[in-house]
């Protein structure tokens, strides 16, 4: 059973930084690809950041230059560096990825999100 937990949210001051983790656990073949996305209320869900297998990186626009993606392979785990955080990052975090395990080939699972909320 593949789960990803995620890890470090929480409440932080405008200019405030945090990071986020997400490790990834069960039966896992290979890693094709995680990144992160949020949801604020009243609004989609929207690809923050990722990151391939191959170590390619893809931000939004809104983060680039503030947040920073990360994998450390060896313990299935990827990274959220966020840096000079504005009240408008403030939503609910979830990770993803896309995953071989030794059943399903390029099958994509969810995290159940962590909350970032950021005060003005």
């Known amino acids: 059973q593949v789960q990803l937990v995620e890890s470090g949210g929480g409440l932080v001051q405008a200019g405030g930084s945090l990071r986020l983790s997400c490790a990834a656990s069960?039966?896992?073949?290979?890693?094709?690809?995680m990144g992160w996305y949020r949801q604020a209320p009243g609004k989609q869900r929207e690809l923050v950041a990722a990151?391939?297998?191959?170590?390619?990186?893809n931000y939004a626009d809104s983060v680039k230059g503030r947040f920073t993606i990360s994998r450390d392979n060896a313990k299935n785990t990827v990274y959220l560096q966020m840096n000079s955080l504005k009240p408008e990052d403030t939503a609910v975090y979830y990770c993803?990825?896309?995953?071989?395990?030794?059943?399903?080939?390029?099958?994509?699972?969810w995290g159940k999100g962590t909350l970032v909320t950021v005060s003005s």
């Open positions: 990151i391939t297998g191959g170590g390619s990186t």
């Open positions: 069960g039966s896992i073949f290979s890693i094709n690809a």
């Open positions: 993803n990825a896309d995953l071989t395990t030794t059943t399903y080939y390029h099958r994509n699972y």
